[in-house]
């Protein structure tokens, strides 16, 4: 509907439709709020308030806002994109696909936001009213993240320093790690017998009870692989709670590679995932992509993730002999 088709609906002139809009003190808050109710009911509201307003709106749809992972990248796109003069808007889906598939819908089809970045979006083949790109997915734009290779990395050089009854640790939300773990560690033919663990709860709590769990069961591993470091830094608890000493009796990894990693009394080995070099890419496809109008064609970018090495990693002890 043009403005001078709303102005003739609601009984008013082009310029007071105009400054209604455009928040002038000049029209009153009840007719103010006419105009916006008749704009809502003819499908412009958003058209005009974007007009007055100017600039673009992107959303970013994220699997939750506890913990600094996903936070620190929140920062990095909210730079990225205030950089490009547009304003970044966040919600989170907490790991529920439901409700991830109904923010992405609200955002395209109801608030109209110029363009998403959403977190592991889930093909359904859908054709959405605004360019959007996801970390990981496949269908859509995405940004994929090379973790395999470090995991492969971080396996390889356990096995290294002598280690082979090496455990992975997590949580629920972790399952696709401990299976891509899974095929690595037959790769080097390390001992998975009792060496998976995955707990109810989450960061810290999730490593202090899967680490206790394997005390007493008294399958002890000589290395564990943490999902991410959150949960590394729960096991490192439990070990030094059974009088261990890390690395000399148990040596961990990491992943993602918070900014406390150097600080902790033994300083955790970790795969970083380089977030600003991921969050950048992201904002720039994205931005190619709502230019071109979102008619461009469908591309992946892989990121590299890389093992951090640090003092949390150290040989296997040799038994003694008697």
Do not use: W
């Not at 994929?144 to 995991?151: V, W, Y």
């Amino acid at each position: 509907m043009t403005m001078e088709k709303l102005a003739e609906l609601a009984g008013v002139s082009v310029s007071t439709v105009s400054k209604a809009f455009s928040g002038s003190h000049e029209i009153s808050t009840e007719k103010r709020e006419y105009i916006f109710r008749l704009a809502r009911e003819n499908g412009c509201y958003d058209k005009y308030c974007k007009r007055v307003f100017g600039k673009k709106v992107i959303a970013v749809i994220c699997p939750e806002f506890k913990g600094r992972y996903y936070t620190e990248q929140l920062a990095v796109f909210e730079k990225e994109i205030s950089r490009r003069g547009a304003v970044m808007i966040a919600a989170a889906f907490d790991f529920d696909l439901l409700k991830q598939h109904e923010l992405i819908t609200f955002f395209s089809e109801y608030s109209k936001a110029d363009g998403i970045i959403v977190y592991n979006m889930q093909s359904d083949n859908r054709k959405y009213s605004v360019p959007i790109v996801s970390i990981g997915a496949d269908d859509v734009n995405s940004i994929k993240l090379s973790t395999d290779r470090a995991l492969d990395e971080a396996v390889k050089y356990l096995t290294e320093q002598g280690h082979k009854n090496i455990a992975f640790i997590g949580e629920t939300n972790t399952e696709e790690k401990a299976e891509i773990f899974k095929k690595t560690a037959k790769k080097y033919k390390c001992n998975l017998t009792e060496y998976i663990s995955t707990a109810g709860r989450r960061f810290e709590e999730a490593g202090y009870e899967c680490m206790n769990k394997m005390f007493e069961s008294g399958n002890v591993p000589t290395a564990v692989i943490a999902a991410y470091d959150y949960v590394a830094i729960g096991a490192m608890k439990s070990i030094y709670e059974h009088g261990l000493r890390i690395p000399d009796d148990i040596s961990i990894i990491g992943s993602d590679d918070i900014k406390e990693n150097p600080y902790l009394n033994v300083p955790l080995t970790s795969i970083t995932t380089y977030i600003e070099d991921l969050c950048q890419i992201a904002v720039d496809m994205l931005f190619e992509s709502i230019s071109l109008g979102g008619t461009c064609t469908v591309k992946t970018v892989k990121v590299s993730a890389e093992l951090i090495k640090r003092k949390s990693v150290g040989k296997i002890k040799k038994e003694k002999k008697s």
